[in-house]
């Protein structure tokens, strides 16, 4: 069984930076993408950035230019670092993974920017 565990997700001001990590249980070569959705009270979760087993990357337009997604097969972990952050982009932020047709998710991470 896969487990994305989540961490580095917190309280910042507007035009800080947060870096989020998403560790897997096991290794992440398997996987076919990795990414991070997040959703904002009273919103639909919406995806936020995703990459794929040869690295390449994309990401909503609302965080283009400002959200990078990373990922580390050594460390079986993602990365999302997300720099000029935005009051509205408080939420919880997921990982999720997908390998064939299965999908896993962490458990959330909440980040909250605000003065």
Known sequence: QVQLVESGGGLVQPGGSLRLSCAASGSI???NA?????QAPGKQR????????GGSAN???????RFTIS?????????????????ED????????TSGSFFY???????????
């Open 29 to 31: 070569l398997s996987f």
């Open 34 to 38: 990795m990414g991070w959705y997040r």
């Open 46 to 53: 919406e995806l936020v950035a995703i990459i794929n087993s």
């Open 59 to 65: 990401s909503a337009d609302s965080v283009k230019g």
């Open 71 to 87: 990922r580390d097969n050594a460390k079986n972990t993602a990365y999302l670092q997300m720099n000029s952050l935005r009051p």
């Open 90 to 97: 408080t939420a919880v932020y997921y990982c999720y993974a």
């Open 105 to 115: 998710w962490g458990q959330g991470t909440q980040v909250t920017v605000s003065s």
